[in-house]
């Protein structure tokens, strides 16, 4: 029965029990909670008020929103957010608007900032408080 205890114990010190921290790999940050709600989010603001003006899709389907994982597209989109003067970040989750437009969302359920960039990395605006 000790022996059960302490091997239950070894293993619950050794498990990753933090889920709100992002892992990441390279500059894309990835294995997050926060993937789903954070698509909603932008698909439900950019279905709310148009920003077709800015080359976003108005009203996208929640499906046209992608993760991505592209390492060279995740170092851009750092290195634009960092321009802002807001980090350094070390790691972003973007999100690609339907080939029209860049998301850098937060990657915790607890960050709720998007900043919206164009398919060049010029900055658009951004929203606090949902994606």
């Known amino acids: 029965m000790r022996i059960g205890i302490l091997l239950l114990v070894g293993a619950l010190a050794l498990a990753d029990v933090s889920p ?5 790999v390279g500059p894309c940050a990835s294995d997050t909670s926060a993937v789903q709600h954070r698509r909603t989010e932008v698909a439900g603001f950019l279905g709310f008020e148009d920003h077709s003006a800015n080359g976003l899709p108005f009203r996208p389907a929640e499906s046209s929103i992608a993760v991505v994982t592209d ?4 170092a851009a989109g750092l290195a634009a957010l960092n321009a802002l003067g807001g980090g350094p970040e070390q790691s972003v989750l973007i999100l ?3 080939g029209s437009g860049w998301a850098i969302v937060g990657s915790t359920l607890l960050e709720d900032t998007a ?3 164009t ?3 010029q900055y658009l605006f951004t929203i606090h408080g949902a994606g």
């Open 119 to 121: 398919r060049e990395w």
């Open 71 to 74: 390492s060279a597209t995740c």
């Open 20 to 24: 709100a921290v992002p892992h990441s």
């Open 96 to 98: 690609d608007l339907s």
């Open 115 to 117: 900043d919206y960039f």
